[in-house]
């Protein structure tokens, strides 16, 4: 890590200063150190260390506030537990506030005063990322996309050629030779997203969407020049890049001239673009959905028809803290499951209270915190174990590639699969 300087030091102060408004000092000042946070958190609970506390991480950040930003903290440091903003502090940081959270909120559910604990993460990040102290295979992540358009750094060759190959695919297991995956075909009412890791990975996932679309006769494109649901940029937290990010999305869309946007499986993409995409950009984004909720619409009106009794294995469900906590999807994937499988069975603790996948907060980007990132997906291995479940259901695609990790290194001998997969396996398809 390079040494910090004083114009380094500057550019994180500059965030803590500029954000001195009522939330922020609100939520520095109002924790009590009660400890209920501490239960909530999957790094305190797994490794024991009180350095994990989510209390302790606002703490780090307030330490600093109270430093440069008050009379007592600049005359006084000592006696209000103010902090330097030096290279050991810095380096302490990183290690917390980027190796030692998954952003998942769940230590501000369980708040007795409701300190938004992700709030003041995210703001200690960004002086972070303001200093230029993301982690490096973080900040690689947000360069492919800043550079190349997707945080994979696809070609458009390569990527057309999956599509190509995803279309082929479609029309034989449709007997149709007229199942299409449009691209790049204005005037449609949806413009459809994908996280990279599909057309990279994970192409059957592609193959399931087109046939859920295919089933709802739905107008709907992709689009070559931008596709990618995700913005790494708000785990890095730097504004200035989730900015640039969601306004590539805006502008194609306008572009293309869709009516509606709609999110593909992924918990922080979805936050990234409905819900901070506005505030990064200054402007609403036309209607926009996640694929979660279109596909239950689509159940509910008729357009599709799913079986249960195509689906027969016990599915499980794991809820993404993005989706779900931070974004209030809770029941719509439930009656997706209900009305596509035959035996749904809850984890323990489910819904708003669920416990991260461990890949959250961009864990699945930092090489770095790998082992770390391992080791707290034990609480939900064991949440996965006791279901008795074959299949693992999720509506996010960094969840899927995490829970496909865990799988293999707790052994737990399940399948892994997206909600559009497990709903393309329960269609009747009726051909004109």
Request: hydrophobic share 35%.
């Amino acid at each position: 890590m390079e040494k910090i300087t004083k114009d380094k030091i500057e550019c994180g102060l500059e965030v803590l200063k500029r954000l001195q408004d009522s939330k922020l000092i609100s939520h520095l000042n109002s924790c009590v150190h009660c400890g209920l946070c501490a239960d909530s958190c999957l790094y305190y609970l797994a490794t024991g260390d009180e350095r994990m506390i989510p209390a302790g991480k606002v703490d780090m950040v307030s330490a600093i506030y109270r430093r440069y930003c008050t009379i007592t903290g600049k005359v006084f440091p000592a006696l209000v537990g103010a902090r330097e903003l030096d290279d050991t502090n810095i380096r302490e940081m990183v290690d917390l506030l980027y190796g030692a959270c998954t952003m998942c909120g769940r230590c501000v559910k369980h708040c007795s005063i409701g300190v938004d604990i992700e709030y003041v993460i995210r703001t200690g990040r960004e002086m972070l990322a303001k200093m230029g102290y993301v982690p490096e295979s973080l900040q690689a992540t947000v360069d492919a996309a800043l550079t190349s358009g997707n945080n994979m750094a696809i070609p458009d060759e390569d990527f057309l050629d999956t599509i190509e190959w995803m279309e082929e695919e479609l029309q034989d297991e449709l007997n149709d030779p007229t199942a299409t995956i449009p691209i790049n075909q204005p005037g449609k009412n949806i413009l459809y997203t994908l996280n990279p890791r599909e057309p990279k990975f994970f192409p059957l996932s592609i193959s399931a969407m087109a046939k859920i679309f295919y089933a709802a006769k739905e107008s709907w494109t992709l689009s070559t020049g931008m596709y990618d649901v995700t913005n790494y940029a708000y785990f890095s937290s730097h504004p200035g890049h989730s900015r640039i990010i969601a306004q590539r999305m805006y502008d194609e869309l306008q572009k293309m001239q869709a009516k509606k946007l709609v999110l593909a499986e992924c918990g922080h993409g979805a936050r990234a673009n409905r819900w901070e995409g506005p505030n990064y950009i200054g402007r609403e984004f036309p209607e926009t959905v996640t694929s979660v909720e279109l596909i239950a619409g689509y159940i509910k009106s008729g357009r599709i028809r799913p079986d249960r009794e195509l689906n027969r294995e016990v599915v499980t469900l794991h809820d993404p803290c993005n989706l779900v906590r931070s974004g209030g999807i809770v029941k719509e994937q439930r009656y997706i499951l209900k009305n596509t499988v035959k035996n749904f069975v809850e984890m323990t603790p489910h819904g708003m209270d669920n416990f991260c996948c461990g890949g959250g907060g961009g864990q699945l980007a930092m090489s770095e915190y790998n082992d770390r990132r391992i080791k707290i997906a034990g609480i939900k291995a064991e949440q996965i174990k006791k279901t008795g479940a074959a299949i693992v259901a999720t509506p996010c695609h960094n969840c899927v590639d995490q829970l496909s990790q865990i799988n293999v290194t707790y052994r737990l001998n399940v399948q892994i699969k997206t909600m559009a997969e497990i709903v393309a396996d329960s269609l009747i398809i009726e051909h004109p």
